[in-house]
């Protein structure tokens, strides 16, 4: 059993669900990105996704846009970015997936990218632009060398592809919780929560939903049918509005921590 799994049985097993924040990473800097790594671990992270910096980041909205530009700028490298994971590992035991685009895993080479990412300590990798019936040989490859392929499904995945990625998801799927790109809203839709049916009548795997979820409440509503929610923007949103202060680390970990406390109604 993978640890992706098995943090997954953890929380079975204590009856929560779980909480999986984004950050990008070289955002603002990739000091700061492995002690944010260590700091979501320390505040409740049951598992993080680490962002990959593209150029044409098509899946993603503004917020998460802006970060991979600045990492950018920063010249930050895949290899880089496994060095950071590789240090910060030796703090934490909080599983991490790498979320990329295939391009810049391609350019490194997808084997060297599989033994260099389990080296460092990665879990699994999710590639947002790879689809299952092209996905044969890389998911072969990770899961090789011990690493989780996960996949993404949406609203708009149709069910003979929701069974193909069924049929090579390892550790757990991943649920976009509408049609669109990635992005903080006000509101959840009831189009999650199909979803994540129509995933567990092709799947025994845990299913994480994620984009657009902001507020503790809709965290909450999440786990009423879903093993866990996945934090993105809104967290991205916050690194950039704090980017330049000395405490960034300390506040970004007191946000995060708030995404799993509701709200306190005053009684005055």
């Known amino acids: 059993m993978s640890r992706i799994r098995e943090t997954f049985a953890c929380l079975k097993r204590a009856c929560r669900g779980g909480f999986i924040p984004f950050i990008t990473a070289g955002d603002p800097d990739l000091a700061t990105t492995e002690r944010l790594l260590i700091e979501l671990a320390a505040v409740g992270a049951d598992i993080i996704e680490l962002g990959v910096p593209f150029s044409d980041p098509v899946a993603d909205g503004e917020t998460i846009q802006r970060a991979s530009e ?29 979320f990329s685009y ?85 509101e959840m839709t009831g189009d999650a929560e199909a979803l994540v049916k129509r995933v567990r009548s092709v799947s025994d795997l845990p299913v994480a939903v994620g984009f657009g979820i902001t507020t503790p409440e809709q965290v909450r509503q999440v786990w009423k049918f879903a093993e866990a929610a996945v934090i993105g923007s809104a967290i991205v949103c916050e690194i950039e509005r704090l980017s330049g202060e000395g405490d960034l680390v300390k506040q970004l970990g007191e946000f995060a921590r708030s995404l799993l406390r509701p709200k306190q109604v005053s009684s005055v």
């Open 102 to 186: 295939f391009n810049p895993l391609l350019s490194f080479g997808t084997d060297r990218l599989a033994n260099d990412a389990k080296e460092a300590g990665v879990d699994a990798v999710l590639v947002t632009d790879l689809i299952p019936e092209e996905a044969h040989t890389w998911t072969e490859t990770l899961i090789q060398f011990d690493l989780d392929p996960i996949f993404l499904v949406a609203p708009t995945t149709s069910d003979q592809r929701l069974k193909q990625i069924a049929r090579q998801a390892r550790g757990f799927i991943y649920a976009v919780s509408r049609a669109g790109v990635t992005g903080a809203r006000d």
């Open 70 to 98: 600045r990492a950018l700028r920063n010249g930050v490298t895949v290899r880089d970015i496994l060095t950071c994971v590789a240090h910060a590992k030796r703090h934490i035991d909080v599983p991490i997936v790498l």
